[in-house]
């Protein structure tokens, strides 16, 4: 181990006995030191409170967690009788102080409570465990998303991408973090040691986390690629144990097949985007043989949108599909669900290109992702994911989002400006020919 290392560690154990004796010694209710810490001036005595304010959390059982958010939400809230006054001062004199104690009065006091605690070293790490908290008691809770607001102002603050260091996986990686991504890997399961070290170690597997300097050993998301000659069709594909391992330079295709966000508690603080055009940066100046950058990815609002869609169909085609797909996920026999390839992917395509929100904007999570960030659709397979994962979420389908460089710019304002699904001519043609006719369709997976 590093000498400065072990040093760092040493003296952060010892800190953190002499903070956690310091919290067990001061009996006040956890509110009145929280509002010791925002009326204290002094750095140490403040560090000295922060400290006791996430210890005394740590022990916390759940309904006092949430009396805890309950103190936050309603009594750490915007003063609106203050705001009214700053306001009206500001309105009658634009000066630069009468802006300033708008500003402060118009932010919710509990924002400086939490700045306050994340000056202790290792506090943002718990503050992002306390979010996550935050957000199991919000359906019982609607109020509390008053106070989930702040914590998601905050974390876009300190998780900016500026901060983020981006790492490469391999089997060098330290153990805790290996441990991690195995633990965090939310698409397609790792079974074990032996899984992982398939999926990272050989010359055309790659593998990228984005890291926070506070939390240097907690990967915040990270993706898997796989380097591949042509766009792949099928993750059984990417992931058979049996494969012909490809050297770098044989490679003209590198394949986003999972993407996985490993922090529950920065939900809806965005890292994807900025990984994708990082990795795709750093390959093509690396490998810059590769000409083609596409995902293999799930469609995970499809089984629930053709569930609603089957009532809608009179020939019935929609719920023998279903029938089918739950069979196969019972049984593991998936070789009937051939037969109705076709159909699965005429249908998954224009769930993906043509089924909105009331926004304008597709109703698929992930095809959201990925067209705003400025891929376009580029082809569907059907019984590319047969596991039963695979099957329970999407019927099998997958689909290709293509990473064209070129054009990645125009396709994400298109979309962001117009809603516009950008899309390939081999899409345009599946939806052209329209549902497949049951007589004389072929068996085929596209």
């Not at 306390?130 to 905050?154: E, S, V, Y």
């Not at 003209?252 to 999972?258: M, N």
């Not at 890292?271 to 795709?280: A, T």
């Not at 699904?421 to 043609?429: K, L």
Request: charged letters at 25%.
């Amino acid at each position: 181990m590093n000498r400065s290392r072990f040093l760092s560690d040493i003296l952060s154990t010892i800190f953190e006995r002499r903070y956690s004796a310091s919290a067990a010694e001061d009996k006040r209710p956890i509110e009145e030191v929280c509002r010791s810490l925002l009326t204290g001036a002094g750095e140490v005595s403040g560090l000295k409170l922060a400290r006791t304010i996430i210890a005394r959390y740590g022990a916390m059982d759940p309904q006092e967690k949430e009396a805890f958010f309950r103190f936050l939400t309603e009594e750490l809230d915007v003063d609106t009788d203050a705001v009214e006054a700053s306001a009206r001062l500001y309105g009658s004199e634009r000066t630069p102080e009468h802006l300033e104690a708008l500003i402060g009065t118009a932010e919710p006091v509990r924002q400086e409570l939490l700045r306050r605690i994340n000056q202790v070293p290792g506090a943002t790490a718990q503050l992002v465990a306390m979010r996550l908290d935050l957000l199991g008691f919000l359906k019982d809770n609607p109020a509390f998303g008053r106070t989930d607001l702040d914590f998601i102002h905050l974390f876009t603050s300190w998780f900016n991408r500026g901060f983020l260091v981006l790492r490469r996986i391999d089997w060098d990686t330290p153990a805790n973090i290996l441990e991690k991504i195995i633990e965090y890997e939310a698409v397609h399961a790792i079974d074990d040691w032996h899984d992982l070290r398939r999926r990272i170690e050989p010359e055309d597997r790659h593998c990228f986390a984005f890291f926070h300097p506070v939390m240097p050993d907690e990967p915040l998301i990270f993706v898997e690629v796989a380097l591949a000659k042509g766009v792949p069709g099928s993750v059984q594909e990417v992931l058979a144990e049996e494969r012909e391992i490809l050297s770098e330079s044989q490679a003209d295709t590198a394949v986003f097949y999972s993407i996985s966000n490993c922090q529950r508690g920065l939900r809806g603080i965005s890292f994807g985007n900025s990984l994708i055009k990082q990795v795709v940066e750093d390959l093509s100046r690396d490998l810059p043989h590769l000409k083609t950058f596409v995902t293999l990815s799930p469609v995970p609002g499809l089984n629930r949108w053709l569930q609603g869609l089957k009532e809608e169909r009179p020939d019935g085609a929609v719920s023998e599909i279903l029938s089918a797909v739950e069979h196969a996920e019972r049984s593991g026999d998936t070789d009937s669900l051939d037969h109705f390839a076709p159909e699965m992917r005429y249908l998954a395509t224009q769930y993906l290109v043509e089924q909105k929100r009331p926004n304008g904007l597709p109703l698929d999570p992930v095809a959201r992702f990925h067209l705003g960030n400025g891929a376009l659709v580029h082809d569907v397979h059907a019984l590319a994911d047969i596991s039963p994962n695979g099957l329970r979420q999407s019927s099998g389908v997958m689909v290709n989002y293509l990473y064209d460089l070129s054009k990645v710019e125009q396709n994400h304002e298109e979309f962001a400006t117009n809603q516009t699904v950008a899309q390939s001519r081999t899409i345009q043609s599946i939806l052209r020919a329209g549902f497949p006719d049951r007589k004389t369709r072929k068996t085929a997976n596209g």
